[in-house]
């Protein structure tokens, strides 16, 4: 469970970003407007980044606020699942980034793959839909959902991406070192219940 203090910076973002959008009364705004400086310090003087680059990422957004989605896709080949290794951290995830505007789920899925590792694949199934927060992620500023799709393999060879230095497939009980941001051991671990199992069932939250 993520820290309480990001709790409450999260939820004070999201309640002054949700009265800025919908107040008309100028003393409103001006305390939802303090609302939203608090849940800025908050974070600063438990990150040590600063309040001007913290304003910018975390408190920059108009209109209700609600989760960003994070979409990963699962490919297996030979009993293995497919990895990239990201160059931000230098560990591995599966290919995936945030949802895009205009592309459905499966779309992102397969754009994704295609970027990071260089295979052409078509979606399957959902197989998970993740509450970060529910999970053992590091903290984040944003509240965000992350949707799991099986995909399939149907063409492409092994390429690195503009984000990825390295792709590789790999065993159950031979994980590499886990971009946990990203990905969990324990969310890997459901992805290969799906391969043993195709009629898991969806897992949520």
Known sequence: MEPKWLEWAKQLQSIAQAGLTYSKDIYDLERFEMIRDIS???LSLHT????TVIKDLFANETGYATPKVDIRAVVFKD???LMVRENTDGDWALPGGW???GLSPSEVAVKEVKEESGFDVKAKKLIAVFDKKCHPHPPS?????????QCEVIGGKPQEGIETNAVEF????E???????????SQIQLAFKH?????????FD
């Open 99 to 101: 949802g895009d505007v």
């Open 79 to 81: 009993n293995k699942i």
């Open 170 to 173: 790999f065993a159950e009980n």
């Open 141 to 149: 500023p944003y509240h965000v959902y992350k949707m799991f799709i």
């Open 40 to 42: 800025v310090e908050m």
């Open 175 to 185: 994980l590499p070192s886990l971009s946990i941001a990203r990905n969990t051991e």
């Open 48 to 51: 040590d980044v600063s309040k």
């Open 195 to 203: 391969m043993h199992n195709p009629q898991e069932p969806v897992y």
